[in-house]
């Protein structure tokens, strides 16, 4: 039984998690949309695409600090962008899996959203 509730909430959730990692403006959207439903699956992508659109925010905010900023604002976007690919990843594929390497941390910060 609880395999087949945990299967309808992915499968209802998994739109939402799926357009949460489609920019910024995704984000506020499946935030919107999970806020009348609270669905479990997409609450948790939210989450992680959250963390990594704030990450993405302390970089460019880093990137301006000259020579060294620009240095770790370069590999951070491609640390980043691999973080990114692999949550979108695991919200197509219906799994609830966090980010590499920051994903605990995102989850411990945001889990009282």
């Given at each position: 039984m609880e395999s087949i509730k945990?299967?309808?909430t992915v499968t209802e959730g998994k739109n939402t998690a799926i357009i949460a990692y489609i920019t910024v403006i995704g984000l506020i959207i499946a935030f919107v949309m999970n806020n009348d439903k609270k669905n479990p699956f997409a609450a948790f992508?939210?989450?992680?695409?959250?963390?990594?659109?704030?990450t993405g925010f302390a970089l460019g905010i880093i990137g301006i600090i000259p020579i060294i900023g620009w240095l770790i604002n370069i590999i951070g976007i491609f640390?980043?962008?691999?973080?990114?690919?692999?949550?979108?990843?695991?919200?197509?594929?219906?799994t609830e899996k966090v980010?590499?390497?920051?994903?605990?941390?995102?989850?411990?910060?945001f889990k009282n959203l």
């Open positions: 945990n299967t309808t992508h939210i989450k992680q695409s959250l963390g990594l659109a704030l640390v980043l962008v691999y973080m990114w690919i692999m949550g979108l990843l695991n919200a197509i594929n219906g980010v590499p390497i920051l994903g605990n941390k995102y989850a411990e910060w």
